[in-house]
């Protein structure tokens, strides 16, 4: 394996563990995390933010999943939806606090793969 490709595999190894830590948690402990869901999800589309919060849990297995499937074209597409997905929860929590930094930075992770691959 060459060296260079050393900063590519950890960022797919961190941001995979992150987000599956994440999902898991979701599903595990919703207690812990019912409150990022935003208020105005309860109802949309005839779900509960409980559900929502299933759904966010599950969607961050799968795209952890699929970072670490060897398949350059997979983990380009998970690193957008990644993006994307980090764009959205940023709109919600805001910027400035703790939480708003640690996403931020999981959003440059996000972007820096996305370019690596």
Do not use: N
């Amino acid at each position: 394996m060459d060296r260079s490709s050393y900063p590519r595999i950890f960022l797919i190894l961190g941001l995979a563990y992150v987000f599956a830590f994440f999902g898991i948690g979701k599903l595990v402990h919703p207690l812990l995390w019912i409150q990022w869901i935003p208020p105005f999800a309860e109802g949309l589309f005839g779900l509960t933010r409980e559900v929502w919060l299933t759904i966010a849990g599950v969607m961050e297995i799968l795209l952890a999943i699929g970072l670490l499937m060897p398949v350059r074209k997979v983990q380009k597409i998970v690193a957008v939806l990644l993006a994307l997905h980090l764009v959205m929860v940023l709109s919600q929590t805001g910027l400035w606090h703790d939480i708003g930094v640690r996403d931020m930075g999981l959003l440059f992770m996000a972007l820096a793969l996305m370019f690596a691959l």
